[in-house]
T-cell receptor, first 115, second 113 residues
Framework: GAGVSQTPSNKVTEKGKYVELRCDPI?????LYWYRQSLGQGPEFLIY????????DSGLPNDRFFAVRPEGSVSTLKIQRTERGDSAVYLC?????????????FGPGTRLTVL | LAKTTQPISMDSYEGQEVNITCSHN???????ITWYQQFPSQGPRFIIQ???TKVTNEVASLFIPADRKSSTLSLPRVSLSDTAVYYC??????????????FGQGTTLQVKP
């Protein structure tokens, strides 16, 4: 079946611009996560959705970052006034249900480059 | 979450068995041990998960000693396509019960012909 998909695969923007990154989770998965991965590092947690609500946004670095999941399926990560330090691969993962030990399935990521 | 320590990098040759050991001295009683694999330009992929003793699936084996302070991921007869970064993760987020994953730097495995 279809896995987690993310669009765009690459995004190049200029400093100060606004960007939106989209995640389509596996159908029926209620839990959705966003992570950010810098070069040479492991992924870093940003935000977690259970259904439509953000259950944990403690990983968002500042108020320029925001994410939504209005219908409990597709999620959009929004970054305002982008900075060069925001350049990274943004990964989305989904999980079937609320069992914390259940497997998370990752998408291929969106590579964001801020010039 | 329990901190993990694993080698930054390892080299191997095709056909060899590779063992990657992860230390997690502060593992809690209810923590599971999970390994993910990540290829370049892809998201991490679940490999195996265990709680104690030995777990085996079609991809790898996971050995966990009785004190659970370490674990060893074993990849039998590696091929060039096993070249990847391997992450050892311990526990789930017990404070908020979100299941968020905490990744370290991982072990970069380079398989040579």
């Amino acid at each position: 079946g279809a896995g987690v998909s993310q669009t765009p695969s690459n995004k190049v923007t200029e400093k100060g611009k606004y960007v939106e990154l989209r995640c389509d989770p596996i159908s029926g998965h209620t839990a959705l996560y966003w992570y950010r991965q810098s070069l040479g590092q492991g992924p870093e947690f940003l935000i977690y959705f259970q259904g439509t609500g953000a259950a944990d946004d403690s990983g968002l670095p500042n108020d320029r970052f925001f994410a939504v999941r209005p219908e409990g399926s597709v999620s959009t990560l929004k970054i305002q006034r982008t900075e060069r330090g925001d350049s990274a691969v943004y990964l989305c993962a989904s999980r079937r249900d609320a069992a914390n030990t259940d497997t998370q399935y990752f998408g291929p990521g969106t590579r964001l480059t801020v010039l | 979450l329990a901190k993990t320590t694993q080698p930054i990098s390892m080299d191997s040759y095709e056909g060899q068995e590779v063992n990657i050991t992860c230390s997690h001295n502060n593992i809690a009683t209810n923590d599971y041990i999970t390994w993910y694999q990540q290829f370049p330009s892809q998201g991490p992929r679940f490999i195996i998960q265990g709680y104690k003793t030995k777990v085996t699936n079609e991809v790898a084996s996971l050995f966990i000693p009785a004190d659970r302070k370490s674990s060893t991921l074993s990849l039998p007869r590696v091929s060039l396509s096993d070249t990847a970064v391997y992450y050892c993760l311990v526990g789930v987020d017990g404070s908020s019960n979100t299941g968020k994953l905490i990744f370290g730097q991982g072990t970069t495995l380079q398989v040579k012909p």
